[in-house]
């Protein structure tokens, strides 16, 4: 099917509507239970590292459940919507914790709503990013597609990220970060109910097959097909590690702008700066495109991240942003984040286009399975980098509310090993992954063009829209 322009725009706001909910709960579950509520961050950071050994069962056998299910209004949109209005409850239970409520019980409630929020945001997340394969071909279509919709996911991503600590602090009517809890209670709110406006217009504007036109067959066959489509296992081996590298750094900068910048009112400038970078980035990959091969696009993300993580040690280190303006320090975040969005896209792409090397491989297509691995990883990734940052703040005194004068009083030795930790490993990981994807991933244009003759006789069609690209090396 060819989608049109309002079909576009609907996935668009969809995208941008599970991204706020995302990041939210990425970025600030840390600093909400730990530094608002006073809960162990090392504690914080094992009930989120348990969930996602929990999502390791859940998230294959949901793709299953989505690759089978057969309804008159589609096989992923009802479950994008119910998952969309469950997980919006859970989240606001999950910033909404009750005021004098003891340490335990508090662990508790994180313990059980965590879980609850990352069931229900599987429910609408695997079927949301499976369309994608479904609804469209290899090439020009699925490439802008994606491209449009990552970037919608970046300001998704960007919106709680940059806003968050501007509106806490006026929604809890102080400036006490004690007082923050009332602040994150209505913020969470807000961000859920434009959450389920944004997935009803994605549900009512976007089409899918019909049930029928797509082949269903057995569990096992749906398991063994997956592990046997070894282009898809390389694409989640890197989505792991490239969306670890940025979540240690995206858990740690606050705390690197509490303790060693001074200024947690400038996070939010950074962040909106880093981000709008990875936007920019994200709506410039058909351009590139016409420029560069994928896999070699991907390779320059990687670079461009790990020259930007470079740059922060340096400046963190040398003091650059003390003797200038902190000001200075918006170039490395910009490098970190373009780079991320270039590498988010493609691995969007690079994950569609296995779904197709799978159909022609195995004889099915398994869009819900695949996309339910990359839920899966994503948030494997993100219970990983909590833990490790929880560790890091709790080893290095960090966990606690903390006054100007504690501040102030921070060893230049804690402020070292913070500057080493949020970015040293990144840069180790995202030179694993590049080495992974360069040693494995084989599915160039020229191959994709090979493969979608194949499958869809369209190999005009497809010539053009990739032609531009040229062949990767």
Known sequence: MELKLRNKLAFCFGAFGKDIVYMLVNSFILYYYNVVLGVSGTFVGAVLMGARVFDAINDPFMGIIVAKTKTRFGRFRPWILSGTV??????????????????????????VFYILWGVSYTLMDIPFWSMIPAITKPGKEREQLSSLAR?????????????????????????????YRLGFKYWALIIAVVFVISEIVFCLNVPEKKPEDMKTVGIGHMFKSLF???????????????????????????????YDVGNTNVYSIFTAVAFLAQVIFMLLIPALRRKIPKLRLFAVGILVQIIGFLILLGFSFTGLYQATSWAILCLPG????????VLNVMLTVFLSDSVDYGQLKNGTREEAVIFSMQTFTVKLASGIAVFFSGLVVDMLHLSSEASASDIAATSADTLSKLRLVMTVPPIIILIAAFIIFKRFY?????????????????????ADDTAEGGEDR
């Open 86 to 111: 469950v997980n919006a409850f859970v989240l606001f239970a999950l910033f909404a914790v009750p005021g004098g409520m003891a340490d335990n019980p508090m662990r508790i409630w994180l313990a």
């Open 151 to 179: 970037s919608s996911s970046g300001i998704g991503d960007a919106l709680p990220t940059v806003l968050t600590m501007v509106i806490v602090p006026v929604l809890s009517g102080t400036t006490a970060i004690a007082g």
């Open 228 to 258: 046997k489509n070894d282009q898809a296992m390389t694409v989640i081996g890197a989505i792991i590690l490239v969306y670890l590298a940025l979540d240690i750094v995206g858990n740690l900068i606050l705390y690197f702008f509490q």
């Open 334 to 341: 910009m490098m970190v984040y373009a780079g991320y969005g």
């Open 442 to 462: 084989k599915l160039n244009d020229e191959r994709m063009k090979e493969i979608s003759e194949q499958i869809h006789g369209d190999a005009a069609e497809i």
